[in-house]
């Protein structure tokens, strides 16, 4: 039940911490207070991390942090800590390392016991009030650790410097080894054999959209003509369409489907998510032309612009998994509602193409999916007037919370995937969405000199910039620059690449650090290359650095570049196919390496040069255009342009390959002949 005195976390901006602003357990964010608190009273520390959106939190909290005998038992014997793992990323992950590294597996809410020196004991992820099953509960557990810490608190700091000392060591490399293209093909095996060859998508259920496998497997197509792979990201993405993880009705993808098929869905939407899954859909098009993916690709980001947007630019995180206390109510519908909304006749047909059933396929209620083959035929017109109807209908039964929350990192997923989209498809209102979320963080996650703030909410920016926000905030200038070529974009991605290096860069060991050196300091300092949900910072900032090496021609993008895959070359080596952001860099390296120069006189391209281009990945071409207004600053960062002349009637292109550069050519069909005999 909600307490009427509200804790510390009133005070605070994250509608995840405010979430819990009211709960009996007195909680502190985390800071010096919590900790000092702590040591004063000679108490352990409990500390909780979760989200917004997640249903198991939420369930926590209802029976646990609501419950007035689990919060008497906290504010008696310890300090009680809640973060928001999306405000402090650097917090997650090394407290997620501790719960993977203590019981093998790690998920949210996270529960870790720890000294007031910030050194973990115990961890793990969702706890009952009480014991049921395998899960110990709260009520039996909080007691045992604090008679521990009062009784036996030799073996507990132990157990805390023994983690610290591995958390420590884990990141430093312990031998290099020579990558190759066989890394591209143990990664490709390893795909093939975990491959769902009736359902898409790779393992069993739960299962994930993995879009940085999907991304990895249409670049090996693109650049082998890989069959299999490109069969592999096909099938997936139109099974994930069919499925109920895409909602049929709003757009927009949920975060995972608890089974095989797609069907049921983990139904909280995570910007993230359909920032990268845009960019796949997106990809996948140019390879193989299906008409479902610029229909996912115009639905998901419609969805994006109308539930997930701040009317001045920026994106929101998340919508919850839950209205009123039930997961998945919002999204799912009866016969009956279907009939109601959409009349007789038309609800009839509907309730057959999307396999809407008297007994439900889901808690007896159902998932619009299209899993199922129908022979019912809806014109266009008319499934977009229904799914309207059925939108505004949902949105009047019922609600769903939105964590309103402005992230750098995710906002600059979705400006890269709206730039690719805009180049791709010709649309240029995609292009304005992107431009104004890039104002957005620009006016308020961005400071004078560049560096970047992590996260804005309810008018505050805060926390430094962390590895994620400056990489993909690169790559998202890198974008914009890509289908604008605009010059104001190489900049803001050159000075973000720079901070990058002088922040995060591990010049000893090579690789980036998850947060900044004058940062605050952790126990430890994770530097991670795998790919989870999103691609690894580390990732990320590979393909940034091949971008602006192969742009500019600056070896000290080529030497970080080198540095952090031979320090992270033996865990690459040892299981390729974890880590297939990082292989799409890899595997560009090993192909000959081309850079476009084009001259100009006017300072944007002819349409028929844009559409060319947008079937071109950057890391496949290096493209700079120079005009007589930026002729100088091309040659401050890439003096290699200044051979170039812009010539005052034509549009002039120049394209080299491994250091040898083919005469000029001065039209689009030219080019396109040129590119085409080099690929």
């Given at each position: 039940m909600p307490n009427s005195n509200p804790n510390k976390l009133i005070h605070e901006k994250s509608p995840y911490l405010l979430q819990h602003a009211h709960n009996p357990?007195?909680?502190?964010?985390?800071?010096?207070?919590?900790?000092?608190?702590?040591?004063?009273?000679?108490?352990?520390?409990?500390?909780?991390?979760?989200?917004?959106?997640?249903?198991?939190?939420?369930?926590?909290?209802?029976e646990s942090f609501e419950d007035p005998q689990v919060a008497?038992?906290?504010?008696?014997?310890?300090?009680?800590?809640?973060?928001?793992?999306?405000?402090?990323?650097?917090?997650?992950?090394?407290?997620?390392?501790?719960?993977?590294?203590?019981?093998?597996?790690?998920?949210?809410?996270?529960?870790?016991f720890l000294t007031p020196d910030q050194k973990p004991f115990f961890a793990a992820t969702y706890l009952p009030k009480t014991s049921r099953y395998h899960?110990?509960?709260?009520?039996?557990?909080?007691?045992?650790?604090?008679?521990?810490?009062?009784?036996?608190?030799?073996?507990?700091?132990?157990?805390?410097?023994?983690?610290?000392?591995?958390?420590n060591t884990a990141g430093t490399p312990y031998g290099t080894v020579s990558l190759t293209e066989k890394e591209i093909s143990k990664a490709l095996d390893a795909l093939k054999d975990s491959y769902d060859k009736y359902f898409g998508g790779f393992g069993t259920a739960p299962k994930f959209p993995t879009p940085s496998i999907l991304l990895f497997l249409l670049q090996q197509y693109r650049q082998t003509g890989d069959q299999d792979s490109l069969l592999m990201a096909e099938h997936t993405l139109k099974r994930m369409f069919q499925g109920g993880i895409f909602d049929h009705i709003g757009g927009g993808f949920s975060r995972y489907s608890t089974d095989a098929q797609w069907l049921v869905p983990h139904f909280e939407k995570m910007l993230y998510d359909n920032a990268l899954l845009t960019q796949t859909y997106t990809e996948a098009y140019l390879s193989c032309k299906d008409p479902?993916?610029?229909?996912?690709?115009?639905?998901?980001?419609?969805?994006?612009?109308?539930?997930?947007?701040?009317?001045?630019?920026?994106?929101?995180?998340?919508?919850?998994?839950?209205?009123?206390?039930?997961?998945?109510?919002?999204?799912?519908?009866?016969?009956?509602?279907?009939?109601?909304?959409?009349?007789?006749?038309?609800?009839?047909?509907y309730c057959r193409r999307y396999d809407i059933t008297d007994y439900g396929n889901f808690e007896a209620k159902n998932i619009p999916n299209l899993l199922k083959e129908s022979d019912v035929f809806i014109s266009p017109e008319e499934l977009k007037q229904m799914k309207q109807f059925l939108y505004e209908y949902r949105r009047n039964r019922t609600s769903l919370f939105t964590d309103k929350k402005i992230l750098t990192s995710w906002n600059c997923l979705m400006i890269s995937a709206l730039s690719e989209a805009a180049s791709v498809f010709g649309r240029s209102d995609y292009l304005k969405t992107a431009r104004k979320a890039e104002a957005f963080l620009d006016r308020y996650l961005k400071k004078e000199n560049g560096l970047l703030f992590l996260r804005w909410c309810d008018g505050e920016a805060a926390y430094d910039g962390q590895l994620d926000d400056y990489a993909f905030y690169c790559l998202a200038m890198l974008s914009l620059y890509r289908v604008t070529f605009s010059d104001d974009y190489l900049k803001k991605a050159i000075q973000a690449a720079g901070h990058m290096i002088s922040l995060f860069y591990d010049a000893q060991h090579g690789g980036f650090f998850l947060y900044s050196k004058k940062s605050e300091k952790l126990i430890a300092r994770p530097k991670e290359l795998y790919d989870g949900a999103l691609p690894s910072g580390n990732s990320a900032a590979l393909q940034a650095l091949s971008m602006l090496y192969h742009m500019t021609g600056d070896r000290r993008y080529r030497d970080c570049m080198d540095q952090t895959f031979a320090c992270f070359s033996a865990d690459l080596s040892a299981n390729p196919s974890a880590y297939c952001s990082a292989l799409m860099v890899l595997s560009t390296e090993f192909l000959t390496s081309r850079q476009l120069v084009i001259t100009s006189k006017k300072e944007s391209l002819p349409e028929e040069f844009q559409k060319l281009l947008s079937k071109y990945h950057p890391l496949d071409l290096a493209v700079l255009v120079k005009t007589e207004q930026n002729k100088d600053y091309l040659a401050s960062i890439a003096p290699f342009t200044e051979e170039y002349p812009v010539q005052s009637d034509k549009v002039s292109c120049y394209l080299c390959q491994n250091q040898t550069c083919s005469a000029p050519v001065y039209d689009a069909r030219s080019l396109h002949d040129l590119l085409q005999a080099a690929d």
């Open positions: 357990v007195h909680w502190y964010p985390w800071g010096a207070e919590a900790f000092d608190k702590a040591r004063s009273e000679d108490k352990p520390v409990f500390l909780s991390i979760g989200y917004a959106s997640c249903h198991w939190c939420h369930v926590m909290e209802e008497d038992l906290l504010n008696k014997d310890f300090i009680s800590i809640k973060v928001d793992r999306e405000e402090r990323p650097d917090i997650d992950a090394v407290y997620m390392s501790v719960c993977q590294a203590m019981t093998g597996s790690g998920g949210w809410p996270m529960s870790v899960l110990t509960g709260l009520i039996e557990l909080l007691p045992q650790i604090s008679a521990l810490w009062k009784q036996d608190r030799f073996r507990l700091l132990q157990i805390g410097n023994e983690i610290t000392e591995h958390l479902i993916f610029p229909e996912t690709v115009a639905s998901t980001i419609s969805y994006v612009q109308k539930e997930l947007s701040h009317p001045e630019g920026g994106f929101y995180c998340s919508q919850d998994a839950d209205s009123e206390g039930e997961e998945g109510k919002y999204y799912t519908f009866s016969v009956e509602e279907i009939l109601e909304v959409l009349g007789a006749e038309k609800g009839k047909a």
